[in-house]
């Protein structure tokens, strides 16, 4: 079986170009759109993390709220324009990530809860009332002086476009494949001359800032946003789930997942969020039980190596 | 003096509730090497029996705790075996089950919301018992004494069952060993089984004291009662259900003085406790081994 290569992998991005490019010329649902690439490229970025070291960080939504906070910071007290500010929020997000490094000691579910906890001690930290006067508290953000629906979706669009880019790189990189080795057996890998540290660490903080800079164009694009709302583990779930649903570890598996998966939510979920939360919690059992690899795995027992 | 002494009581009956409500967890985990992710949302159901027994019938919510039981076997038993054994033989029992029973939570928690809607619901306190408990000179509601007794009681009979019966012995030799057990000769199987049904009815016997503890209950109470019960098991030390205990009073009294001297940060507490712990030391205050890689 030959490795799927970089051909592929510009195929992959540009179908996600022009689909989101010109998908809004016909079809006036902008927000639907933006909150469907926007879980595109959260689906991608802890797929960096998730399906190329095997670490699920639970607590993904702490980078997405550190993003979307971050760039609102920037924006109130620095007066940033939008753009750079985004890139800010991903710093901060990245920031969060290297204080947050020390977890990748912790194996397994370890990790996973210890990543939950720390999302929500951070949550806690933005919406404790005794900081109103930096982060506004419960009260929420509003950034409607730099409001521009079209330009952060333009944004959006560039950071799912480099998301998906990191992914491809990953999937057929020289560094990408020593992660794999690491994930199937970390003291084989390291003793083959995989530096583990390294490896780990360079997927942990991409993943983190992919989700700071999607969550500071979300926060920019809705322009008003509370704690609860950028916070919310729903967020981290649903991420998860859509990459589980695609197939971990492959480049197109999150993009499938999030997009029949959000598309499902669209229609379904919004009105009444208890099926969909019952639909998805029955298809993460089945998907574990029948399908661990998920979609991706139908083809590859089929023989095609899906990128 | 008096404010410090009643943080100090207060969190000691509160910390053997929780003891109670990590406990569960810790047993599944301790034979099955599986983290319950649905233990809060079992915990969530334990109350809402209590609530409906209380309100359809007028009984005392006590009485929930035998229905609980047999509803949590008949469903327990199929479920272990259903899900279990397939999950022993995957690629990777640990984080594959950990994302079934989230799964398995998220399908309870909205079967709750579904079956019970949205809102927040109570029981009165003076079905457990009116008028105020007096210990050492501090008043508390009757309910945390009972529910603090059922707790230790409860904790008493899962020792008594592990170190003082044959089911125990075989129950602990899964627990340091899964092959070496079935190479011994016991039926690995079965006692998991009990052990997995047994995680489920003290996470309900938890729940029923939970409207007397957390307040009002809620079908979405489940996801921070499993991250509670998570912090709580790893401070005791995971896979050993009497380190629980010490967890859960660690608990309960560093709560209490929050919320007696800084309440506005008191909810950050046991996330806080949860990464220093397993930064520090991984395997809780009692562990003796480390896991490497």
């Given at each position: 079986m030959r490795r799927p290569g970089v051909l592929q992998g510009g195929a992959v991005l540009a179908l996600l170009a022009l689909g989101f490019g010109l998908v809004p010329l016909f079809y006036g649902n902008q927000s639907l759109l933006f909150s469907m690439m926007a879980y595109v490229a959260l689906a991608q970025g802890l797929n960096v993390a998730y399906g190329f070291t095997?670490?699920?960080?639970?607590?993904?939504v702490g980078f997405f709220g550190a993003g979307a906070y971050g760039t609102a910071l920037a924006i109130t007290f620095?007066?940033?324009?939008a753009v750079p500010a985004v890139l800010g929020g991903g710093v901060l997000a990245l920031i969060f990530g290297v204080v947050l490094?020390?977890?990748?000691?912790l194996s397994g579910a370890y990790f996973a809860i210890a990543n939950l906890a720390a999302s929500q001690v951070l949550y806690y930290v933005v919406a404790n009332p005794n900081l109103t006067s930096v982060t506004q508290g419960p009260y929420g953000i509003k950034?409607?002086?730099?409001?521009?629906p079209n330009l952060s979706y333009a944004v959006l669009w560039v950071i799912l476009l480099l998301a998906t880019g990191a992914a491809v790189y990953l999937r057929t990189s020289r560094l990408g494949l020593a992660l794999r080795a690491i994930n199937q057996d970390p003291v084989s890998a390291e003793m083959a001359g995989v530096n583990l540290v390294r490896g780990r660490m360079v997927a942990w903080l991409l993943s983190a800032l992919v989700a700071g800079l999607v969550g500071g164009v979300y926060g920019w694009h809705v322009s008003v946003f509370y704690p609860q709302s950028v916070f919310t583990l729903r967020i981290s779930i649903f991420a998860i789930v859509f990459v589980l649903f695609g197939g971990a570890?492959?480049?197109?598996g999150p993009v499938v997942g999030a997009v029949l998966l959000y598309g499902l939510y669209d229609v379904i979920g919004i009105s009444t969020p208890e099926y969909f939360q019952l639909i998805y919690g029955a298809l993460i059992v089945g998907l574990v039980l029948?399908?661990?690899?998920?979609?991706?795995s139908l083809a590859r027992r089929r023989g095609w190596d899906v990128l | 003096m008096g404010l410090l002494e009643y943080a100090l009581i207060g969190g000691v009956l509160y910390g053997l509730f929780f003891a109670l409500v990590g406990v569960g967890l810790n047993l599944i985990f301790g034979v099955m090497?599986?983290?319950?992710?649905a233990h809060g949302d079992l915990i969530m159901l334990g109350a809402f029996g209590a609530y409906w027994v209380f309100h359809l019938w007028?009984?005392?919510?006590?009485?929930?705790i035998p229905l609980e039981v047999v509803g949590f076997i008949v469903v327990g038993m199929p479920l272990y075996y259903l899900v279990v054994p397939r999950l022993l033989h995957t690629r990777d029992p640990e984080m594959l089950s950990f994302i079934l029973f989230f799964g398995l939570s998220q399908v309870i928690e909205a079967s709750a919301v579904l079956g019970f809607g949205n809102n927040q619901r109570s029981v009165p306190?003076?079905?457990?018992?009116r008028g105020a408990v007096n210990i050492l000179g501090q008043s508390f509601p009757p309910a945390w004494v009972v529910a603090a007794g059922v707790s230790v009681a409860a904790i008493l009979a899962l020792y008594a069952y592990l170190y003082h019966s044959r089911f125990g012995y075989a129950t602990r030799a899964v627990m340091a060993s899964r092959e070496e057990a079935l190479t011994a000769g016991i039926n690995v199987h079965r006692i998991s089984a009990v052990a997995f049904v047994a995680g489920f009815c003290l996470a309900g016997l938890a729940g029923v004291f939970a409207p007397y503890m957390l307040g009002a209950i809620d079908p979405n109470m489940g996801v921070d009662l499993t991250t509670v019960s998570f912090a709580i098991v790893v401070i005791g030390s995971?896979?050993?259900?009497?380190?629980t205990v010490i967890g859960g009073l660690v608990y309960g009294i560093a709560i209490m003085l929050m919320q007696t001297y800084l309440p506005s940060w008191s909810n950050l507490l046991p996330y806080f406790l949860l990464i220093v712990i397993v930064l520090i030391k991984?395997?809780?205050?009692?562990?003796?081994t480390v896991r490497h890689a």
């Open positions: 095997g670490y699920l960080p639970f607590g993904y620095l007066h940033w324009p490094a020390p977890l990748l000691r950034l409607t002086s730099v409001f521009a570890g492959t480049v197109i029948f399908l661990p690899e998920g979609l991706a | 090497r599986m983290i319950n992710l007028g009984l005392s919510p006590l009485f929930g306190t003076s079905t457990l018992g995971l896979g050993d259900p009497l380190g991984p395997s809780g205050l009692l562990g003796r």
